[in-house]
């Protein structure tokens, strides 16, 4: 089994470059749902790879419209003689990556579908000969992955975010109102008010994440599984860091679980836990107090501000009594509010979006109500 590393930022680059992991996995701000390399650095990333000698993998998980094609197909071609192989995620670019690159390998991402052995082949019938390799979904069990014959490499996630969502679309923006190129926040839904998932919306679209990094590196036999690679998917620097000076010795593993900053989950490589009755993933501390809540915390950064969903109308000053989903309780005075184009607000309130002043133990999906 062998390993690859993505690079999503060039702060990343020159411990890329140490690790001696040969594969690396390059999302672009242009290609990548979640990367920030501009397209002027591509030449100085591709250079210094190269150097390094390491084969060049472009990820190109975006969904893109027909309104787009033709442009991103202009960029694709000023780098594809720099690159080794194109990783796609959508059938369509695939077909499109056939067609005018005849000659390039090319990897399938299946990780937000096919997950039975018929369809996998049939997949890897349509795209061969060009296609080398097919990246599995983290949601497929052992049992699953032992059924899939095919005579390319397998690829699975062993570390990283697991994206629960995709969209193309701009919902961020568009329910908050913001302008800014990019947006990152934590959200959470009212059935499960204690998974704090985090936000992410950018060129390519809006995305969610789960609560819990994946990390299957450490108590399961690989050997088992018979992959072929295991990607890992960084996001932190000082992990990047630790790999360049310690992969591949004894005990990296150990080391880089050490970096992780959420907690991690397994996923469904041994277990499937979905089928656990809603009662029992339904926080009781916010569920008493649904019914009277009129808000619900969307963001609180430290020291600075809270975003918060006003459901009711709202006369002000207000007795607020803050449930966070731990189950404190904070009482405060809300005597105004500031909605999001900054106009400050000290009267009646309506539904709508807001900015609050950061309130100590007051979380994401902490619920608001009058007392």
Not at 178 to 203: F, H, K, M, V, W
Not at 274 to 298: C, D, F
Request: with cysteine; glycine share 4%; net charge neutral.
């Amino acid at each position: 089994m062998k390993v690859l590393l993505n690079i999503n930022h060039m702060n990343q680059l020159d411990f890329v470059c140490m690790t001696k992991i040969d594969e690396v996995l390059i999302q672009t701000k242009r290609f990548s749902r979640v990367g920030f390399i501009e397209d002027k650095d591509l030449d100085e990333c591709f250079l210094k790879l190269k150097k390094s000698n390491k084969t060049l993998i472009l990820d190109w998980n975006t969904l893109v419209k027909d309104s787009e094609i033709e442009v991103i197909k202009l960029h694709l071609l000023k780098v594809a003689d720099k690159i080794d192989v194109i990783r796609f995620l959508d059938p369509g670019v695939g077909l499109l990556l056939k067609e005018i690159l005849p000659q390039k390998e090319l990897h399938f991402s299946m990780e937000f579908g096919n997950f039975n052995a018929w369809g996998i082949k049939n997949w890897v019938n349509c795209f061969n000969p060009q296609l080398t390799r097919i990246i599995l979904s983290n949601q497929l069990p052992l049992a699953e992955i032992r059924k899939i014959d095919v005579d390319i490499e397998i690829e699975i996630q062993g570390c990283g975010r697991i994206e629960l969502f995709y969209s193309p679309r701009k919902l961020i923006h568009r329910s908050l109102n913001q302008s800014s190129d990019s947006i990152s926040l934590l959200g959470a839904s009212e059935d499960r008010p204690t998974q704090i998932s985090p936000l992410i919306e950018n060129d390519s679209g809006t995305f969610m994440f789960y609560d819990k990094d994946l990390f299957i590196l450490d108590g399961l036999s690989f050997e088992d599984i018979c992959p072929d690679y295991i990607r890992l998917e960084l996001y932190h620097l000082d992990q990047f860091e630790m790999l360049a000076q310690t992969f591949p010795e004894p005990g990296w593993v150990k080391k880089l679980a050490k970096t992780l900053t959420s907690k991690t989950t397994r996923g469904f490589y041994r277990v499937n836990k979905s089928h656990a009755p809603l009662q029992r993933l339904t926080n009781k501390h916010i569920k008493k107090e649904s019914e009277a809540k009129v808000g619900v915390i969307l963001e609180s950064v430290k020291k600075q501000h809270m975003i918060v969903e006003i459901l009711k109308e709202l006369m002000l000053p207000a007795q607020i009594l803050f449930c966070s989903p731990e189950g404190k309780q904070v009482e405060s005075t809300v005597r105004k509010v500031e909605n999001l184009s900054g106009t400050v607000i000290e009267e009646n309130i309506q539904p709508g979006y807001y900015k609050l002043p950061w309130i100590k133990h007051v979380v994401p999906a902490s619920v608001l109500r009058v007392f």
